[in-house]
């Protein structure tokens, strides 16, 4: 099955230390404003999801949303999500490590595309 969104590495070792020391966390692809287009880590709860989100998936056993208006951009690519170093978001809980989650993407096939299209 093809995943929507998934992570490297680095980003699951680094959602495991904020699990750690934030509990259950969530991410929401940000559509831009104050803290540019980068997924933003949330311990679980503190952004309230809403009828206009669309669930991608789990990376590291977290959920994954992304605005419907973003998702119209985005519905024809995978999103890896990364990490690299540099202050991200500033609501986002993994900048006080010096980190920040990157959003990269991949075209997806047309056989994975029609794949995904029957799983919406």
Excluded at 76 to 94: A, C, K
């Amino acid at each position: 099955m093809v995943e929507r969104v998934t992570a490297t590495e680095e980003t699951i070792r680094l959602i495991n230390q904020l699990k750690e020391e934030h509990g259950e966390l969530m991410f929401h692809q940000s559509g831009g404003c104050c803290d540019g287009s980068s997924p933003m880590c949330y311990p679980k709860g503190d952004l309230l999801i809403g009828d206009q989100d669309v669930y991608l998936g789990e990376i590291g056993g977290t959920p994954f949303y992304i605005h419907k208006s973003q998702y119209e951009y985005w519905k024809h690519t995978q999103l890896i999500i990364d990490v690299v170093d540099g202050r991200g978001g500033m609501f986002s809980v993994e900048g006080v490590h010096g980190k920040r989650f990157l959003t990269r993407s991949r075209a997806f096939t047309d056989e994975e595309y029609q794949q995904i299209k029957s799983q919406f």
